[in-house]
């Protein structure tokens, strides 16, 4: 079952930002969403899922490198959403983002980030 439904991607020259957003479903309670972990996800072309970032329900980050400086993440508990700011980005940052609890290994459709000139 999806859980979160992802937006904001899209072409971004180097050195650009981008905000990605995902929003929890209907089928995800409030009270449960507030306690998980969320991370943002990538699939690079031909590469398996990794964890960019995630957030604790306290608000705490966790940005993995190497997008740690440049990636940051942030949660609206009382709209079930988590934000991805992405700056400063770079031809490698190139995948499609998702959203998920940590850990997951349920996708959504996620959203298409390409950075190129």
């Known amino acids: 079952q999806v859980h979160f439904v992802e937006s904001g991607g899209g072409l971004v020259q180097p050195g650009g930002s981008l905000t990605l957003s995902c929003t929890a479903s209907?089928?995800?309670?409030?009270?449960?969403?507030?306690?998980?972990?969320i991370g943002w996800y990538r699939q690079a072309p031909g590469k398996q899922h990794e964890l960019v970032a995630s957030?604790?329900?306290?608000?705490?980050?966790d940005v993995n490198h190497p997008w740690r400086g440049r990636f940051t993440i942030s949660r609206d508990n009382a709209n079930k959403t988590v934000s991805l700011q992405m700056n400063d980005l770079i031809s490698e940052d190139t995948a499609v983002y998702y959203c998920?609890?940590?850990?997951?290994?349920?996708w959504g459709q996620g959203t298409q980030v390409t950075v190129s000139s």
């Open positions: 209907t089928s995800v309670p409030g009270i449960f969403f507030n306690r998980q972990i």
């Open positions: 998920g609890f940590v850990p997951t290994s349920t």
């Open positions: 957030i604790y329900r306290d608000g705490t980050q």
